[in-house]
T-cell receptor, first 113, second 105 residues
């Protein structure tokens, strides 16, 4: 079965550079969530989209932005990268139906040096 | 505001012993609760959803609205159960802080 696809798997950037992470949800899933998981930390909600509109916003820095496109894939854009942005970035998708739960991608491991 | 609390950061049990991971929630509406598991260097995986009342890998969890709890239980822990377990609440998918379970032989 198709899963949530995230690319790239690994990314190394220097401070002050920009990065773009991509998430391709499961077909027919219309909701996408982004999470940041620092080393030894629990996942922190960043932002979510439903039907291409931002549905909720969590602890996403102003340096980050995201959007969901017409094919429901989502991109997380990160600018002026800082060392503290090094983390595993998860994307999850859902259909919005009660009880369906969320399916997570494998994550993108971002290392800022 | 919704909140999920997992009071135990670390839990160590012997193989074959029962294990219970506590989860308490705070939510004004009708909650949807899940348990997710993260094995070492792997993605978060859905383990259980309260709405289906299923048993996965020997784990069960019962929603107790009176106690606002959704504790995860397994009668006989196995070494492969060693992982990080997160209790999660819909709709913003709020995670608890997670409980690291180590099952010793």
């Amino acid at each position: 079965a198709a899963g949530v696809i995230q690319s790239p798997r690994h990314l190394i950037k220097e401070k002050r550079e920009t990065a773009t992470l991509k998430c391709y949800p499961i077909p027919r899933h219309d909701t996408v969530y982004w999470y940041q998981q620092g080393p030894g930390q629990d996942p922190q909600f960043l932002i979510s989209f439903y039907e291409k509109m931002q549905s909720d916003k969590g602890s996403i820095p102003d340096r980050f932005s995201a959007q969901q496109f017409s094919d429901y894939h989502s991109e997380l854009n990160m600018s002026s990268l800082e060392l503290g942005d090094s983390a595993l970035y998860f994307c999850a998708s859902s259909s919005g139906r009660r009880g369906d739960g969320y399916t997570f991608g494998s994550g993108t491991r971002l290392t800022v040096v | 505001a919704q909140r999920v609390t997992q009071p135990e950061k670390l839990l160590s049990v012997f193989k074959g012993a029962p294990v219970e991971l506590k989860c308490n929630y705070s939510y004004s509406g009708s909650p949807e609760l899940f348990w997710y598991v993260q094995y070492s260097r792997q993605r978060l995986q859905l383990l259980l959803r309260h709405i289906s009342r299923e048993s996965i890998k020997g784990f069960t969890a019962d929603l107790n609205k009176g106690e606002t709890s959704f504790h995860l239980k397994k009668p006989f822990a196995q070494e492969e159960d060693s992982a990080m377990y997160y209790c999660a609440l819909i709709y913003k998918l709020s995670f608890g802080a997670g409980t690291t379970v180590t099952v010793r032989a």
